[in-house]
DNA sequence: TTATTTCTGAAACGTTTGTTTTAAAAAAGC
DNA sequence: GCTTTTTTAAAACAAACGTTTCAGAAATAA
């Protein structure tokens, strides 16, 4: 019947993401979003809709890739612990290379003002917990990780552990502090 | 010879320090600024500056508390290890209450855009590390703590751990998590 | 081709933003 | 009490904000 959509909307979403990544979701503005995504303001808010609803699914669309990145990591055939010591120097190079974790960053920014935005974020944080409380129990199974530690406070401890080396980051731009500290989480857990 | 300034300079930018610290930088409008601080943004201009310079003067006064917390905690007749678990667990209880820290806030909202602010972090930051690294040190010296870990390293450790709690509880506001993850932590100081 | 529908680009919308101006009120020194 | 200086309150400022309108271009189906 009649025209369809001239721009293809994950691209669109990934460019905003990256804005919001950047500057933030109150400092990005919609001149901003819109330049990066290559539309007009009104296709935008023919398709997706207003500022709120692109943030919404921006962070949406950043978790889901988180998501993959997870089940990729499950399909590999290492030992849990490798994967495990893998994902943790894997954390520590994302932060190094000085982008961060946009879900942290919001987490911060936008979580206690937004009810949506927290929900996805805390779905991240529950799926990322799931997957390292199993890796941690197998490996406990197999006896590649010594610890006596409950895998369910483990996985808390690490989840959260690695925010604080993000932030350390963003002060001291001091690689090697990181990567001690990821080295002594690494010694706690094996011994 | 002529008239003085009639707020409290003080007072105000306590004020404001809270609405920033609710809002954050970038959505505390200056009039929900003026409001809190009641004075007329005229007056503001005339004496603090702009809303970047009265921000930095917010930082500033709230790291300058923190600092006045810690010289507090100095000059107590604990000893070191009981000195480093109360701080600890008064970190928990900030977090569990629900206000955070906003050093914390402002680190991953502007630090990456404003220097200034970034310096004020750093140095807020170096100053805690300090503390914690002087007390682990003093506790490994008399024996409360055992393990044989540098304690540059722990300090650099616990000073960004409970970064991660405190996002932690923003999402998933389970102070029982919280709780047991200072108690591991402590722990591992301990043996 | 024509009719119909929907998307696009540019301009305009009313608000809100941070900041400045203006005139009057208030304090201090003579 | 008068003069001088500075603070104050209220209003006004331009710029930027998120959002909507509108006319025309584009695509589909008949």
Request: some cysteine; hydrophobic content about 40%.
């Amino acid at each position: 019947m009649a025209r369809s959509v001239e721009f293809n909307e994950e691209q669109a979403i990934q460019k905003a993401m990256e804005v919001f990544w950047e500057k933030g979701y109150n400092s990005a503005s919609l001149r901003d979003l819109t330049d990066a995504m290559k539309i007009n303001s009104s296709s935008l808010y023919n398709t997706i809709g207003d500022k709120q609803e692109l943030f919404v699914r921006c962070v949406q669309h950043y978790t889901d890739l988180r998501k993959q990145d997870i089940q990729k990591r499950l399909k590999s055939s290492d030992s849990p612990f490798t994967i495990l010591v893998d994902y943790i120097h894997d954390a520590v190079d994302v932060i190094i290379k000085g982008n961060g974790c946009m879900a942290v960053k919001m987490a911060f920014e936008v979580a206690n003002a937004d009810q949506r935005v927290k929900d996805i974020l805390k779905a991240d944080s529950d799926y990322a917990y799931q997957f390292l409380h199993d890796l941690i129990k197998n490996a406990m199974d197999r006896g590649e990780i010594a610890t006596k530690e409950d895998p369910e406070l483990l996985a808390d401890y690490f989840n959260s552990t690695w925010t604080g080396w993000y932030e350390s980051y963003i002060l001291h731009h001091d690689a090697g502090k990181i990567r001690k500290m990821a080295q002594y989480f690494i010694k706690q857990l094996s011994k």
